[in-house]
């Protein structure tokens, strides 16, 4: 039986989720699998991947085949390194403390700059609430310079009026 590691889809309409699973290449794309593995999220920033990547080597190491994405996925969480390292082992080339080792310094190089990215991330969307915070400031303080000079306009040209209205009283008195 020819086993893929793929995704299963879940969510609704233009929100998708998705299953990271293990299932019979033959199955439909949302039907039966063997093993559900992790998943996955492509609508957050980072998208958010939660990986079980014991059992994803486990089906590695027995000829299960990911598609692109599902191996990009195992890629990127390490599954992938572990698996490579793991054949090491078998080889004699490794031992289980290197791999272990290995992967764990790995794993601890890749948080860091998940960490970055999500700092810098959240350090744009702060500047750019900063920056229209400013810009609205900005506006607002033309609308009130623009209000006050209308304003003053308008008391300007009542006291006119009033001074011409009162000339022309003093006018039709004298007369």
Known sequence: MPVKIRLQRHGRKGKPF???????????RDGKYLEKLGIYNPTTNPATIELNIDDSV????????????ARNILSY?????KHHLV?????GALTEDQVEERFN???EEKGTKVDAKKDFLAKAEADAKAEALAAE?????K???E???AQDEAEAEAKQAEAAAAEENAASEEE
């Open 77 to 81: 969480k390490g599954a992938l390194l």
């Open 147 to 149: 209000a006050k000079a």
């Open 105 to 107: 310094a790995w794993l």
């Open 137 to 141: 400031k900005a506006v607002n303080e």
């Open 143 to 145: 609308r009130e310079a």
């Open 58 to 69: 486990k089906w590695l190491q027995n000829g299960a085949q990911p598609t692109n994405t």
């Open 87 to 91: 054949k090491g082992v078998e080889k």
């Open 18 to 28: 998705y299953w990271i699973v293990a299932a019979d290449s033959r199955a439909k």
